[in-house]
């Protein structure tokens, strides 16, 4: 599988954004799962796991 050419904090977005996904970390994993590179560093970010969160909770 090819790696994915996209932003991987915009796609943590989309991720969030969709009821399949409850958590920052089940995002994490989907993440990972799709081949982005560096997950966890660009999800260490406090400020970006609270708008993640944020976005999980208002759907």
Known sequence: MAAPTGDVVARAFELA???????VREIARQLDKEGYANVAAH???LALSR???QVIAAR
Do not use: C, F, I, K
């Open 17 to 23: 954004a969709d009821t399949h996904y409850t958590t």
């Open 43 to 45: 999800l260490q970010s």
């Open 51 to 53: 708008q993640l969160r």
